[in-house]
Nanobody
Framework: VQLQAYGGGVVQAGGFLRISCAAS????????VGWFRQAPGKEREFVAA????????YYADSVKGRFTISRDNAKNTVYLQMNSLKPEDTAVYYC???????????????????WGQGTLVTVSS
């Protein structure tokens, strides 16, 4: 599967943005998808994930209650709705997919086989 993340941009603190991850392939619904982010000088970190077939969702504590991950399997797309954005949310956001993840593996970047290029989200104060 090939992934393409898009929708990043510049937004003021307190604002909102929705980024998307478009996937190729007819079996997209069988892939779990995660969003990760990497800020300058920092390691890549888990943001959110959604299990295949549109099942359970998982969030990092830092975004819980502000971000929502969802998917539209008919459109082969996963979304990350980001509300109440903070300057510390500034990062390059990456989407990743894998067909064999179990619940305990959803938060680990090393467990995803397929990655899209990142999309930059900048939150100004």
């Amino acid at each position: 599967v090939q992934l393409q993340a898009y929708g990043g941009g510049v937004v003021q603190a307190g604002g909102f943005l929705r980024i998307s991850c478009a996937a190729s392939g007819r079996t997209f619904s069988t892939y779990s998808v995660g969003w990760f982010r990497q800020a300058p000088g920092k390691e890549r970190e888990f943001v959110a994930a959604i299990k295949r077939y549109g099942g359970s969702t998982y969030y990092a504590d830092s975004v819980k209650g502000r971000f929502t991950i969802s998917r539209d399997n008919a459109k082969n797309t996963v979304y990350l709705q980001m509300n109440s954005l903070k300057p510390e949310d500034t990062a390059v956001y990456y989407c990743a997919a894998d067909s064999a993840l179990i619940t305990s593996s959803m938060r680990g970047a090393e467990n995803y086989d397929y990655w899209g290029q990142g999309t930059l989200v900048t939150v100004s104060s």
